[in-house]
């Protein structure tokens, strides 16, 4: 086993947190929620994960507040889930996994038939393409009393969230949610402090990293997940990621995971591999959203084969800029993808899909050099996120 894929098993600190190896479950939604609850499928999908080796766990879009899920059957951080999520985070402890929390907020972007709001809330004023199934057309533009208020919101959760039990907070500012519809120019028409030019469209997502450090303090573990693209014209792009990257790390973030993509515009640049069309209309059960899924599909889908490693020579550049840790997401699957990460100079390495189809995927590198994950990237696992079991592997699912 040569020395960088060796570094990849050793511990390393995240801020204070010692983490035993450089493996982190990525924030995939896991479907198990149903009414904003902690299943025991919920349970078990993480327990899994930690008994399989990875340092720690991310637990999917825990949206900061009712109005902030992208449907009824998430969690968001509210009192009532206090006892069973502390129950959750605990066993995950007592199988030596930490805990991340990925921060949600999905702006102008909902389903959620059970908004205290008539109309989901984005920067600017459009179609609300995720809520046109449930008669849900239009997000209005957010007030600047709208604004403070939201980052307040932001404070409050994270503080639950750390009396909670989590280790870790993941800020999502990345795939088309409610922040990163800040930062796009394709989804932010403001021209107030909160509009036009890329310092004044992160003014919001700093002032949320800011409300969060406030919250859980200087020594608690606050990462960001960000697009390193949009993949869309008019979008984020490669060059605008370093500066959001440089304004991040200025801001006081403790770790960046270089994604990509957006779920709204262009989702398969994330997902690289087999089409999602047709596993998302298999799945999908409104006959008003298969027919916009075949209208929209081919552009909305379009076509990035599979490759080993596909964000690395964008995700590297960010090392330029930052001083923060380097977490990568973005089709590694063997050994070989891990040594070169290292190499590279990355801190650690996000997991979604191998982990899915091989949960014990760090125990089972660790002891076998040229060990490559039995994931094949044909992408069925995404569009299991509201089945009845949840997000699952359907090749190989154990």
Known sequence: MNAFLTQSFTPKKLNGLALKNRFIKAGTFEGMSPQSAVSSALCNFHGRIADG??????????????DGRLHENMLYMHEGIRNDLSTLINTLHSKDCKVSGQMGY????????????????GPSFGINMLGVAQGMLFCDAMTLQ?????VKRYGEAAAF??????????????????LCQFMSPKTNRRTDLYGGTLQNRMRLPLRVLESVRKAVGDDFPVIGKISLTEGVQGGLDYDDALEIAR????????????SGGTSTMNPMIMFRGDNLLQ??????????????LRLAGPRLFKHYPYEELYFLE????LREVVNCDLIYVGGASNNNSFATLMQAGFDFIQLGRSLLSDPDLPLQAKHNPGYASRCLHCNECVATIEHAQGIHCTRFDS
């Open 53 to 66: 080796g990875v340092a720690m766990t991310t637990i999917g879009y825990c949206a900061i507040e009712n």
């Open 106 to 121: 999905g702006g102008g972007f909902s389903k959620n038939r059970h908004r205290q709001r008539k109309r989901p809330l």
């Open 146 to 150: 709208d604004i403070d208020r939201l």
């Open 161 to 178: 969230m750390q009396s909670v039990g989590f280790d870790c907070l993941e800020i999502h500012f990345g795939h088309g949610y409610g």
């Open 247 to 258: 304004l991040l790390d200025q801001g006081g973030i403790d770790g960046i995971v270089t």
């Open 279 to 292: 596993p998302m209309l298999k799945a999908e059960k409104s006959p008003l959203m298969r027919m916009m």
């Open 314 to 317: 964008q995700a590297k550049r």
